[in-house]
């Protein structure tokens, strides 16, 4: 019997559960699934919550009914992972386990204790983070009965998980505001380590000028140095100033601190990946699905999902001795929401940006890119019971390769 | 497409005054984007990071991370922006003839 290690049951580490459950041989080999926490969380509704769109609650369900049957569930912190000797230390029992087979799928998540003075004084009280569960709920706690000021979104470094939810976040800001009736008391400020709105040149003019048409301030090209909490007011390393009445952040992204302790990360603890194969770049029975990578695409569950597939065909082709054949070729795409009950969509990969057209079927589509529409606003609710229906149990018809068809480029 | 004179020679530049053909680069073009940006003197310290920078992107063809920068020239953040007023991507990559770094997405 042999032995399929999965570190991980986020979003990545489900998918590639389900989708090889369904193709390994059970009297071959047992699959194994760590993870610390037993709540899976759905983290494209993080977004909502800080606005009262979404119950906290309601981004809440066991992981363990979201793996397949017949899957060993262990939950445990991980001391260490020990490729040399192929095995995984855990805190609890069965306390080591050996692997044939490891799959990473243990994420990112945020490191405010990064950036000094972020997480030393107004945290919580007037600087809040929307990444965590708890992060989102106390803002919307702080949003609803805020009597307005200069609100500051800043991005402390990149890369950051979903590089698209700050914008999305101050969108929402703006139709928020209005609701309360107080949009004339909020200056709105995004400020970004980047040179434009987004990293991609056909998406940031879009969105950019979406941004200026909603009266929000960007301050580019602006590296968070530190968090002057006496003055609330940010600083930069070119020493530029950015005064606050309510921050908030997006801190450092890092991977988990298990991969840097097991010595496999890089600086910010992502693990050296192939960027097509996704196989690691230094043992070759370790692969890497998701955040936890360092494959140069976005941070984002749906491209976990694309991984996925290749994940699952390389994993299969190398178990049986065969060369790895798939390649992924970054694709990501994502719902932006832009208020007043109307998203964007956008595709894109490693080599092309995001183009207008329509998804995911050319003439029929239904989903207009790259435009701001009603009918993409409702995908994205719709989303919800996709993720946890279709997606995560590897059943959305979706190739994993981005397709230019029905594109203008 | 804009083009800039750098050193004596016509270069292709993207909106933000990046050169786009990368092999046209070389110690000349560091020093005429020096003085654009006000940089008195090459000293050992700013050529310790083009040179980096340089051979990080030969070798993986992207920008590296600021924070490998750092670890791997030794410098804090803070000192190279002492070197390079306008930061490690705007400033430094920009000398060492990258593309403008896109932020790793």
Same mark, same amino acid.
């Given at each position: 019997m042999k032995t399929l290690l999965i570190l991980g049951a986020g979003t990545g580490g489900t998918l590639a559960a389900n989708k090889l459950a369904r193709r390994l041989d059970p009297r071959e080999w047992e699959v194994v699934v760590v993870d610390r926490d037993e709540r899976h969380l759905y983290q494209p509704g993080f977004l909502f919550i800080p606005f009262g769109q979404l119950a906290p609650a309601d981004a809440v369900k066991p992981k363990r009914n979201f793996l397949p049957r017949g899957t060993k569930v262990i939950f445990s912190d991980i001391v260490a992972i020990e490729a040399q000797a192929n095995r995984v230390k855990l805190t609890?029992?069965?306390?080591v386990i050996s692997y044939d087979q490891l799959i990473i799928a243990t994420g990112c998540e945020i490191a405010p204790e990064e950036v000094p003075g972020l997480k030393d004084? @107004?945290?919580? &009280?007037?600087i809040f983070d929307f990444y965590t569960l708890g992060g989102a709920t106390a803002l919307g706690e702080c949003l609803r009965t805020w009597p307005g000021g200069r609100l500051v979104l800043n991005v402390a470094e990149m890369p950051i998980k979903c590089p698209i939810a700050p914008l999305e976040f101050l969108f929402l800001a703006d139709w928020f505001f209005r609701q309360r009736g107080i949009r004339s008391k909020v200056e709105l400020t995004l400020a970004t380590?980047? *040179?434009?709105?987004? #990293?991609k040149p056909k998406a940031a003019a879009v969105l950019g000028g979406l941004l200026k048409q909603k009266g929000i301030q960007v301050v580019p090209d602006f590296a968070l140095c530190e968090v002057d909490n006496a003055r609330t007011t940010l600083v930069s390393y070119d020493n530029r100033e950015v005064g606050y009445d309510l921050l908030v952040t997006i801190p450092v992204c890092k991977g988990a601190e298990v991969i840097a302790r097991s010595g496999m990360g890089d600086e910010l603890n992502y693990v050296e990946t192939n &960027?097509? #194969?996704?196989?690691?770049r230094k043992w070759p029975n370790v692969w890497v699905i998701g955040d *936890?990578?360092?494959?140069? #695409?976005? &941070?984002?569950g749906s491209v976990a999902h694309f991984m996925a597939d290749v994940l699952v065909e390389n994993f299969l082709h190398h178990v049986r001795g065969e060369p790895l054949a798939d390649q992924f070729d970054g694709h990501a795409n994502c719902f932006i929401e832009s208020g007043f009950g109307k998203s964007f969509l956008i595709d894109y990969n490693y080599t092309t940006e995001p183009l207008p057209g329509l998804f /995911?079927? /050319? $003439? $029929? @589509?239904p989903f207009p890119l790259l435009k701001e529409s009603r009918l993409n606003h409702w995908g994205k609710l719709l989303f919800r019971w996709v993720y946890w229906h279709m997606l995560l149990p590897g059943r959305l018809p979706l190739p994993s390769r981005m397709s230019l068809a029905g594109k203008r480029a | 497409m804009a083009t800039i004179e750098l050193a004596g020679k016509q270069f292709d530049v993207d909106e933000d005054g990046f050169i786009q053909d990368t092999a046209q680069w070389n110690d000349d073009v560091a020093r005429a984007f020096a003085e654009q940006e006000g940089i008195v003197e090459l000293t050992e310290e700013h050529w310790k990071v083009i040179r980096f920078l340089r051979s990080y992107y030969l070798e993986f063809g992207v920008a590296p991370m600021i924070r490998k920068l750092c670890k791997e020239t030794g410098f804090q953040l803070k000192y190279i922006y002492q070197l390079f007023p306008t930061g490690p991507a705007k400033g430094a990559c920009k000398l060492a003839g990258l593309p403008k770094p896109t932020g790793c997405v």
């Open positions: 609890n029992e069965p306390r004084g @107004g945290w919580r &009280k007037n380590p980047l *040179a434009h709105a987004f #990293t &960027k097509h #194969t996704l196989q690691s *936890a990578g360092d494959a140069p #695409t976005a &941070k984002a /995911p079927l /050319p $003439v $029929v @589509g | -």
